[in-house]
């Protein structure tokens, strides 16, 4: 993935706009140094960078971190990266915890936002 078509046309510079500075610093920091301590606001971001560039080990390291880590608040934005990422266990425990805390989760943000398909899933 580093070195396809498309990194070699861009020359010098390479715009990452959908992921922020600090996601991206993380997860430079991981390929130098082979491990990174990254907060929670910053690991969703982490994940979609190390899935972007096929960065399996960092992409397993964030999805234990968020599944280790699951909250009302976080599940349902979780549970449609685990369905991007076609991850049946991630999604699994996802939507174990959002239906063992269906109270609170229903009255997330996120929630909301769920895809139809998704919401579906959970009913």
Known sequence: MLFDEKFQQCGHELELP???PASFWHFLEFLHAGSTVADAETVLEL???????QIDELKTDCKRFLADNLSPDTVAT??????RLHDEQLRCKCKEFFLANARVALQSR???SLPEQVVCELL
Not at 47 to 53: A, G, K, N, R, T
Not at 78 to 83: R, S, W, Y
């Open 18 to 20: 959908q992921w922020s």
């Open 47 to 53: 994940m979609q960078l190390s899935d972007y560039f």
């Open 78 to 83: 979780l549970l449609v990266e685990a369905v």
């Open 110 to 112: 996120a929630f909301s």
